[in-house]
């Protein structure tokens, strides 16, 4: 069984703390004592384990997004889903119009940070859709599309909410 170290960051799960520069003295230790080759140094570094929980929570961001603008249609006859992704989508465009981060971009920039990246400042959506999309997207027309992607679900929502009472 390899030995359960992470390596970076000066730390290992079992053994502690080590000084910077002994990464490699520290890998010899272990093949030493435990007679293996640390997981760490097997699978993965640190920075590199740092910059796969950044991918994955772009991802979880990029989902989220997504469940806030088009939930409603995945949310037809299951109650307790609609009041979640109403709820989503309040928080969604508050997050989006208000001056406060969000705080999967934030966990994805200390990600990148920890990776050895520099990461981006602003909202997730304005870095994205300014770099991949739409050239200069102006905040703005960000704040406006969250009010047609909330209108839009709530239309989704009174229109069946109405359907039910007739």
Same mark, same amino acid.
């Given at each position: 069984?390899?030995?359960?170290?992470?390596?970076?960051?000066?730390?290992?799960?079992?053994?502690?703390?080590?000084?910077?520069? @002994? =990464?490699?003295?520290?890998?010899?230790?272990?093949?030493?004592?435990?007679?293996?080759?640390?997981? $760490? $140094?097997?699978?993965?570094?640190?920075? @590199?384990?740092?910059?796969?929980?950044?991918?994955?929570?772009?991802?979880? !961001?990029?989902? *989220?997004?997504?469940?806030?603008? *088009?939930?409603?249609?995945?949310? #037809?006859? #299951?109650?307790?889903?609609?009041?979640?992704?109403?709820?989503?989508?309040?928080?969604?465009?508050?997050? @989006?119009?208000?001056?406060?981060?969000?705080?999967?971009?934030?966990?994805?920039?200390?990600? @990148?940070?920890?990776? =050895?990246?520099?990461?981006?400042?602003?909202?997730?959506?304005? !870095?994205?859709?300014?770099?991949?999309?739409?050239?200069?997207?102006?905040?703005?027309?960000?704040?406006? =599309?969250? =009010?047609? $992607?909330?209108?839009?679900? $709530?239309?989704?929502?009174?229109?069946?909410?109405?359907?039910?009472?007739?």
């Amino acid at each position: 069984m390899p030995h359960p170290c992470v390596l970076g960051k000066g730390r290992c799960l079992c053994c502690g703390p080590y000084g910077t520069g @002994e =990464g490699s003295a520290h890998i010899q230790r272990v093949r030493e004592e435990w007679g293996t080759e640390p997981l $760490a $140094a097997v699978i993965f570094t640190w920075p @590199e384990f740092a910059l796969a929980l950044a991918v994955a929570v772009l991802a979880t !961001h990029l989902a *989220f997004i997504l469940w806030v603008i *088009f939930g409603a249609i995945l949310t #037809r006859k #299951r109650r307790w889903l609609t009041w979640a992704h109403v709820l989503c989508a309040i928080y969604g465009v508050t997050i @989006e119009v208000a001056p406060w981060p969000c705080p999967l971009t934030l966990a994805e920039n200390w990600f @990148e940070v920890q990776a =050895g990246r520099t990461p981006y400042h602003g909202p997730f959506l304005l !870095h994205y859709l300014d770099a991949v999309v739409y050239p200069n997207v102006p905040p703005a027309l960000l704040v406006w =599309g969250a =009010g047609v $992607a909330l209108a839009a679900n $709530a239309f989704v929502y009174a229109r069946r909410w109405r359907r039910r009472q007739l």
